[in-house]
């Protein structure tokens, strides 16, 4: 079984920043993509930011250039650097991560449980 389990959320003023950490543990043999995405009141799920096994990232133009995507291969973990927030950033941030529980198994996308980011004065 994979667990992904997220932290850093929380209140942001604008033009602040906040950082998001998501860890992947459990039955684990490799981890390919993870990524961010989020889900703001009465809006569908939106992405935020992916990041490759080699560390290639892509980031939805409304984040690009304030929003980082980071990974630590050794710890199974993804990252999210947010920084310049704004009010439209508010949302509930759901990490996910292309995992292989062993080594004869498929690659399943497993996800966070989510956590609120609020930015506000």
């Known amino acids: 079984q994979v667990q992904l389990v997220e932290s850093g959320g929380g209140l942001g003023q604008p033009g602040g920043s906040l950082r998001l950490s998501c860890a992947a543990s459990?039955?684990?043999?490799?981890?390919?993509?993870m990524g961010w995405y989020r889900q703001a009141p009465g809006k569908q799920r939106e992405l935020v930011a992916t990041?490759?096994?080699?560390?290639?990232?892509n980031y939805a133009d409304s984040v690009k250039g304030r929003f980082t995507i980071s990974r630590d291969n050794a710890k199974n973990t993804v990252y999210l650097q947010m920084n310049g927030l704004k009010p439209e950033d508010t949302a509930v941030y759901y990490c996910?991560?292309?995992?292989?529980?062993?080594?004869?198994?498929?690659?399943?996308?497993?996800w966070g449980q989510g956590t609120q980011v609020t930015v506000s004065s």
């Open positions: 996910n991560a292309d995992v292989r529980p062993r080594s004869w198994t498929r690659y399943g996308r497993y």
């Open positions: 459990g039955r684990i043999f490799s981890v390919n993509d």
């Open positions: 990041i490759t096994s080699d560390s290639s990232t």
